[in-house]
């Protein structure tokens, strides 16, 4: 794949991409661990939590830091995970547009 020119414009819109799926996801885990503590009643249930959180920090952690040479597969990625959808690109140009949607469609 080519490597993408991204406009001043077009920076702006795919780094707040980021952040809403950043925000979505965070959300969604917090929501969830809210919902696991709530049943912990034994001490395997709060290492499976621990042992949750730790992994889930670690994949996050790497996983939002914004680089113009890979975004066009991170944002396909974060579609395919469900924290983002083509309508949160809106402004991209159609060739970003277009190879994001052909990475939705292949099985990386």
Known sequence: MSKIQWSETENKIAQQAFQTA????TSTL?????DRSATITELQDLWNLHDLLSTKRYE???KYSYDPDSAVFDLANFIKEGWLSLEDLR????????????????QY
């Open 22 to 25: 950043y925000q979505r996801e």
């Open 30 to 34: 917090i929501a969830n661990v809210r």
């Open 60 to 62: 996050i952690d790497g």
């Open 91 to 106: 402004g991209l140009n159609s060739e970003v547009l277009s190879k994001i949607s052909a990475l939705l469609r292949m």
